[in-house]
């Protein structure tokens, strides 16, 4: 049988198996991610002619690599964003700033001060390590975020996850550039104004600007011009839908996406953006749940596709250039950077103290950071590739074992602490439907 015929039937099989597996999976010590990065491994370990998929030798799968892992990114972002439902400003998100601005720095810091020291890196290499590593997550953090539209439970632990998760992926990429305008740099200079001010500043708000102008256009689009059926022109409130929804939604945020690159902003910024913002219009509205429906079955089929190959770049070397200075930086992370500079930054925040330690410890990492280690391959030349692909590799396979067993219990154990909703005092709502009730807003006491 030849390769591309077998994997054409493990991946239908993988497919097809998902959605059961990941709901009988879920508490067990083998979730999902955990038993499809196995099967890659297995299958692609067999003598079966299959592809070696190592991006650290082959510059075409490393390319191949980042257009993947960009696009499932993408797909996450939309499925977090619309799922979204709290009114964004300062006091309903005041528990994702400090992550956003004082966790996540504080981790690119210390991951690259270890790679540097530790693991014996150029600068440049070090940076690029700390920024592939800092990012949470949102592909394999399916199982700690919000509820899709029209769930009707919301708590702040899983939309701090969420909205992390959401914002991080795409704040890691000005570090990204700063590692690969650093390559051949022997010291500061004229080139750090330009990075702060290019990638840095502008690169972030023109990603905000225009995701926000193109979820308001495209929400616009769909409840001005695009809900105009029979039911409505007879003066009935409900709503009509085609099968466009799903064509719409994913229309709406690949041009976010591709408009922001075009005047040099952040697309995944962008992305998120845009799906939170479209979700604030007619917010009890079920387009908004056909919509996260969609986006969320296109994250999964991609989803099983990486997980193999993720475990097809394990089984064909990529974790061939390991010391054991990399898994002990890549635990360090997991343990102890991640924990600790989350519980730093949600000091003051109203979660209660479990709440606290849950978000600092689910820092889970994934197909970001792959994206990102791929990206600064392709745009910048880094000294010892090899074990950067180790040590990140190694690190997202312990995320996915460590978090993979953990994050339900913790999400779980949590939640059982006062699980009940209600409206907390100034919290704001975007409705009161009785279709809509996850947008009652949680007592931050609840999670006590």
């Known amino acids: 049988m030849e390769p591309r015929i077998f994997l054409f039937v493990l991946f239908g099989l993988a497919l097809t198996l998902a959605v059961a597996l990941e709901k009988r ?14 099967v890659g491994f297995a299958v692609f370990s067999l003598p079966l002619g299959m592809p070696h998929l190592n991006p650290v030798a082959d510059s075409l799968d490393a390319l191949t690599v980042e257009y993947v892992t960009e696009f499932i990114v993408i797909a996450s972002l939309a499925a977090a964003g619309i799922a979204i ?28 001060l270890l790679g540097w020291w530790a693991l014996g890196l150029a600068p440049a290499s070090a940076i690029l390590l700390g920024a592939a590593l800092a990012p949470t997550d949102p592909v394999l953090a399916r199982s700690v975020q919000v509820g899709p539209p029209g ?20 704040l890691a990429f000005p570090f990204t550039y700063l590692a690969i ?26 990603g905000i600007g225009m995701g926000y102008l193109v979820g308001r256009a495209g929400s616009w689009y769909v409840f001005e011009r695009e809900v105009d059926g029979p039911a409505k022109q007879d003066g009935d409130q409900s709503e009509v839908y085609s099968t466009s929804e799903g064509l719409i939604v994913l229309g709406t945020l690949l041009l976010a996406y591709g408009l922001a690159e075009m005047v040099e902003g952040y697309g995944f910024i962008a992305v998120f ?5 479209a979700r604030q219009r007619e917010n009890a509205s079920r387009y908004h749940k056909i919509s996260h429906h969609f986006i969320d079955q296109i994250e999964k089929i991609v989803l099983v596709a990486v997980l ?34 989350g519980l730093m930054a949600e000091w003051f925040t109203p979660l ?11 820092g889970i990492r994934g197909m970001g950071s792959i994206y990102y280690l791929a990206y600064g391959q392709n745009h910048g030349t880094f000294e010892q590739l090899d074990l950067l692909w180790a040590t990140v590799s190694f690190t997202i396979l312990a995320s996915i074992l460590i978090h993979g067993v953990t994050a339900g219990r913790i999400i779980e154990y949590v939640e059982r602490r006062k699980g009940h ?23 931050p006491d609840a999670c006590e």
């Open 181 to 206: 305008a650093a390559v051949g740099m022997a010291s500061l200079g004229g080139w750090t104004i330009e990075w702060f001010a290019l990638d840095f500043v502008w690169r972030i708000v023109a």
């Open 352 to 362: 209660p103290w479990r709440g606290k330690a849950a978000v600092a410890f689910l």
């Open 273 to 277: 953006v845009g799906a939170v913002t």
């Open 25 to 38: 999976l879920a508490r067990s010590l083998l979730p999902m991610p955990v038993l499809y990065v196995g």
């Open 151 to 170: 769930d009707n439970e919301r708590h702040d632990l899983r939309f701090s996850l969420t909205a992390e998760a959401g914002l991080n992926d795409g």
């Open 308 to 341: 193999l190959a993720f475990g097809g770049m394990l089984a064909s070397g990529v974790l061939d250039a390991l010391t054991w200075p990399a898994a002990l930086t890549g635990l360090a992370l997991i343990f102890v950077i991640r924990p600790l500079s």
């Open 421 to 443: 909703i209600h409206k907390g005092e100034g919290e704001e709502m975007l409705s009161l439907s009785p279709d809509n009730r996850e947008n009652i807003r949680v007592d």
């Open 85 to 112: 439902d709290r009114p964004v400003n300062w006091r309903n998100w005041r528990q994702i700033w400090p992550l956003l601005l004082f966790a996540m720095p504080l981790t690119i810091i210390l991951v690259s």
